[in-house]
């Protein structure tokens, strides 16, 4: 059974989740779902918190019985102060990564997602938890959007700790073949995607940056019917990774 324990060395209280929101080093978990993959992917806990330990118990009871949850009770006021939305809020640190580089000269046949400049949370999110199910090799992000930020946590319900999640500055040139998602490009065939291929999707709003779409080496796009112009963004991942992973299995 998993378990999370705050580290008794490290034991946090309600009020340091403030400064753990601001700290590139820990991720704050809203939710029990954010909470639960965290404990279940062997995330450190560092500290725990909810107004109702009962509900939480059944819920945890009823929805993961495979993962055991210490958690610390504290009032109600005290709790919505800090998280106006959730049930039980959590701090658990940052996974300890291999450099990004390293996984992208890694020669691995799973597939790898960069998000280019993602602007929406929950989208970035959506994308992680995807990925996730998919089984892809990890998520790349560029832009100022943090994808450890507390809500795409939450969007991801915590998938974070399930594969490697990073900002990049740039994607460094390596041997994986780049592939652009985009609406104007060939008609995507999964059969053709090789190994290993790093799959690229675009803001939200403009799509890849010509910088991207030059550097790639495939444009392809996803058929829509007529008069539908493009997916949401998660949703174009989801369809992508899925395609590919169906034929996998
Ligand atoms: C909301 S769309 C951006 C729409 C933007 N107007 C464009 O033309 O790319 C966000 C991203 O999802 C992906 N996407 C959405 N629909 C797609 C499609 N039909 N085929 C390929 N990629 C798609 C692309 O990577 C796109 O940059």
């Known amino acids: 059974m ?36 965290a404990v279940r992917f062997g995330g450190e806990i560092l500290g725990a918190w909810t107004a109702d330990p009962d509900a939480l118990e059944a819920l945890r009871g009823s929805m993961a019985p495979d993962v055991e949850l210490s958690v610390e009770a504290v009032g109600e006021e005290e709790l919505a102060r800090v998280v106006p939305r959730a049930q039980v809020v959590a701090v658990a640190r940052r996974p300890v990564r291999p450099h990004p580089d390293v996984l992208i000269a890694a020669d691995d046949p799973a597939p790898l997602v960069l998000l280019e400049e993602p602007r929406h949370l929950g989208n970035l999110g959506a994308a992680i938890r995807v990925a996730a199910g998919a089984d892809a ?38 041997p994986r073949p780049l592939l652009a998602l985009d609406p104007d490009g060939e008609r995507f065939d999964p059969r053709a995607v090789p190994p290993g291929a790093i799959l690229a999707f675009g803001t939200e709003r403009g799509g890849l940056s010509p910088a991207l779409l030059e550097r790639a080496d495939a444009r392809l796009a996803l058929p829509m019917a007529p008069g539908v112009s493009s997916l949401n963004l998660a949703t174009a991942v989801s369809a992508t990774l899925f395609a590919l992973r169906l034929l996998s299995d």
Request: avoid cysteine; charge should be positive.
């Open 2 to 37: 998993r378990e999370a324990r705050p580290d008794e060395g490290s034991a946090m209280r309600l009020t340091d989740v403030a400064r753990a929101r601001r700290d590139g080093s820990l991720a704050v978990l809203e939710g029990f779902h954010a909470l639960k993959h």
């Open 137 to 174: 090799g990890g998520v790349l992000t560029t832009g100022h959007q943090d994808p450890w930020h507390p809500d795409a946590i939450r969007g991801a319900a915590g998938l974070h700790f399930a594969l490697p999640v990073y900002r990049i500055n740039r994607l460094p040139k390596g």
